[in-house]
């Protein structure tokens, strides 16, 4: 069976899903919709089916390009990728739009290709391709301020690209290697290569496109977006610098900054750009610790945090669908009207704190561990502040300011039946993972010898839990948690989006000024003299009334001899 997969299906999963999703715009909507349910289903079957090893190798430009590589580590990521596919299409079932069905999947392909690529060129095709794909789903939006946020979007992400395709240049002019191997931070063109996947992981003062860009998208669009781009940027990180204790730091980081952001956002669709921020953290920090469990930590996280991610963009994605707001100012009271998707958000919300039998309980406990085991009690402690961060904002805030606080009077109707399928069964998913992980763990690069259900896991678990739901409402009680306003938060965007544009513009002006101050000058200094030969050589001037006409002759006749002495002079 193997053999045969192998012999008449050499191709990639993921490209296969780009070329399936070429045939969409000719279909029917009614016909295009369960064709996009059986394609990812097809073909995580195919995935499956495929044994370990490399497929599908090219020759090209002299360059022998390896388009599928499966390994455990890519074997898992591409797996999630496919999963995603089908919940987002399943979610996007009443959508007309071809455009963003087509979108979605040649996206979500190329995303599924890059993870499963063997040498850097093939990488920074679908790489390029991830971010040329998926700006449609916040074009799709059709306003002018998602045109705009598209635009900076794309900028950033093909940017990205540009910054690859350099280090890739350098490592391979240096080493004659195109391999997408371990590199580390000594080998040529690494770090120019880390910054690129830098970029698309949201690192620190890079990470604004994500809040900028997900809370601009399409209803259906934000479910998908969530899922790819950032999680293949990790991916990449643990293939390319696994063990850089550099992004240890940069990981910690990551959790922390966005709790206070995410505090303070009034729209709960950036509150959850915020919360994928910190998430994304947790897994970078694996990275960085490099080991066996550290990188187990970060795949399982990666794969749960898609779904129970993906879940929250899909219940706030209900509540904009029928609201038409994510303001958290403009909600509350909709568990009245919208029982299911407020019972789904709260399992979104229970595993994303890492509630036991939630499945962020079973993936995040594997990086702190790992951090631990390796004496960095620091980062540690850090991620156990951000984890009751992370409660606060996306276990309480969001569910709690949309379905429950004040009531809004809207009494909108429940999602639409395909939301409510697609948002059960991720939320089965994160539900049947924290019970029963086995199944999961078996997926992981490394062999398991992790148990999560301890009992003194458990209950420290659960005491930072409460004691982070009893710090909320005390500061709720007492009025000092910031109430939700329409406003608009200062991040680092605020550095390129504003204060640069007006540093340049008041450059450019003063720049102007002393143009026009010089040139203006130099004129009235041309006319005068202008005005002064005028003045002595015109007919019947000075010049002429003092002077016969053979002394003007002569006067010409010196000036003529002065100017030739001097030209002769400077050849």
Known sequence: MTMIV??????????????????????????????VLLLPAVLLAYLFALPDGNHGAVSMLGYELELLRLDSLSRIFATIFLIASLLGNIYAWHEPDRVQRTAAQIYAGSAVAAALAGDLITLFVFWELTAVSSVFLIWASGTESAYRAGMRYLIIQV????????????????????????FGLDAPGAWLILFAFGIKCAFPLLHNWLQDAYSEATVTGTVVLSAFTTKLAVYTL??????????????????????????????LRRVLAYSLNNQLGFMVVGVGVGTELALNGTAAHAFCHI???????MSMGAVLFRTGTCKGSELG??????????GFCVVGAASISAFPLFSGFVSKSLIMSASANEGYWFVWAVLLFASAGVFHHSGIKIPYFAFFAHDSGRRPKEAPLNMLIAMGIAAAFCIGIGVWPAPLYA????DVDYVPYTTAHVITQLQLLMFSALAFTVLMRTGIYPPELKSTNLDFDWVYRRFLPNVLGRLGASIDIVYQGVTGNAKSVIRAAMSAS??????????????????????????????????????
């Open 6 to 35: 192998d012999l008449f299906f050499p191709l990639s999963p993921g490209l296969l899903l780009i070329l399936g999703g070429l045939l969409v715009p000719f279909l029917s909507h009614s016909i295009g919709r369960v064709y």
């Open 159 to 182: 940017g990205s690209g540009v910054i690859l395709l350099a280090g890739l240049i350098v490592h391979v002019t240096a080493t004659g290697s195109i391999a997408f191997e371990h």
């Open 238 to 267: 643990a293939r390319g610098f696994a063990g850089t204790e550099m992004l240890i730091w940069i990981g910690a980081a990551m959790t922390m900054f966005p709790i206070f952001y995410a505090v303070i956002e009034n729209d």
């Open 307 to 313: 779904l129970y991610k993906a879940l929250l963009f």
């Open 333 to 342: 009271g909709l568990y009245k009207s919208m029982p299911w998707t407020m």
């Open 443 to 446: 997926l992981l690069p490394f």
């Open 534 to 571: 005028v003045t002595v050589f015109a007919p019947g001037g000075l010049s002429g009334r003092i002077s016969s006409v053979g002394n003007a002759v002569a006067i010409v006749a010196f000036l003529l001899l002065v100017a030739l002495i001097v030209s002769y002079s400077a050849v």
